[in-house]
């Protein structure tokens, strides 16, 4: 390969490694696989119903801290009112530690106060693909 190909190689490279982490592009089948580790608390889809967690239909766009009628934990709403909004980027930050993630978005706001307790959510994923996958699936339900 010549020096130009090299560098356009390595160029081709960083540019899509970037670009997986601003927006994970996962696989909705698979996703729904992975949520059946989340079924045993979330309900989605039609009738879906509060069970030990909030439904998660339109879970993208959502503010935290908001489905109505849900008890929260006061760390949950706390990063609702601080501002923090479900999309891609946040529930794939998230899901490896939820109780870290949301003490973190609360301190990175000045609200090291409110950083205390813990969530509810007693659930960790961590594996990258699954977590895209998942999120592809949760969109599916979202408008
Ligand atoms: C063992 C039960 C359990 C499992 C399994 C679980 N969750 Fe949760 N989840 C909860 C609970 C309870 C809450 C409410 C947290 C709180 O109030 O602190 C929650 C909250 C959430 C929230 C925040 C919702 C909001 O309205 O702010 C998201 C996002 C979430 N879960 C996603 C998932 C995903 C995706 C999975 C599967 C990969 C999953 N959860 C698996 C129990 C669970």
Redesign the pocket.
Known sequence: MSRSGLVLAASVLLLSAGSAAAQPAGNAENGAE??K??????MIGEGART????P?NN?IG??????PG????????A??EAG?V?NEQ??FD??PD?NGY?KKFLTDKGKADQATG??????K?SDEQ??RD??AY?KTFSK
């Open positions: 992975v949520f580790k989340c079924r045993a608390c979330h069970l030990i967690g909030p998660q879970l959502r503010t935290a801290g908001t489905f849900f008890s929260y934990s006061a760390l949950n709403k990063a609702g923090l479900w946040t529930i998230y899901l939820p949301l813990s969530t509810k959510m007693a659930f994923l699954d977590r998942v999120i949760l």
